[in-house]
């Protein structure tokens, strides 16, 4: 009896507390409720350090590139993808954003929680992106810090080891040390899963769209990632996100409700 009351209030927590949408859902309607258990302060500080750590890394290894033609690009883009952010979630307008190229051959990009964004040169080169179609390789990283995604995948882990309670965090309890290691273990170790893939790919979407991108690059992107998967070595961005037919079907799916908004974007601009 006794075990069945704690499971009736956990469940009952975890639809008070637990389960919230991180973002308004935009004109693209992501709706999904996230188990969000994890104070995001507490997945935020980790990330800036993260950060941090990778910057000071490449500054030492003269990889930090802040002049370039694709440096310049990297940072006007996401400067116009970030205006946009208030559509999904107000806050993230106060957010401490920063902007980063790192020269690298490797095939990759990221949002840290929190705004912490770093594109690879190697990912610019290698796919040969125009500024539409870095602007959705952006834009899908930004959404994945929108909807915490890194928070929920942390949150999940926690809470199927036990190491985590919902009524525990229901009552205010703090993070301790033991619980800020295990946070720092997986938060970027666990890969995102497949609906987390597609929300930011649609969330993105929308984003470029409404920062004026032409939306329809999106697609593109994917079908060059695909291209580049089947050499040798595929590059380490497609091992987190595989380019398949659905994830390009599911973007072209979604053009028609942004289509309005990227015409808008060009109109109010011009
Ligand atoms: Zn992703």
Known sequence: MKRMLVAVFTALMLLITG?????EQGATK???KQLLLVPAD???QQSAQAYRQTL???NRMHRLDTTSPDAQRVLTIAQRL???VSVFRPDATQWKWEVNTIKSDEVNAFCMPGGKIAVFTGIIRKLN????ELAAVIGHEISHALREHSREKVSQQLLQQGAIT???VATGSQIHQGMAALISQYLFALPYSRTMETESDIMGLELM???GFNPEAAPNVWRKMAKLQQGRTPPQFLSTHPSDQTRIANLEKALPTVKPLYEAAIKNAG
């Open 82 to 84: 970030a205006n946009q």
């Open 129 to 132: 992106l125009t500024d539409d």
């Open 166 to 168: 919902i009524v525990g």
């Open 30 to 32: 992501t709706t999904r």
């Open 42 to 44: 507490a997945i935020n």
């Open 209 to 211: 769209a409404r920062a």
């Open 56 to 58: 000071v890394k490449a």
């Open 19 to 23: 389960c919230q949408s991180s973002t």
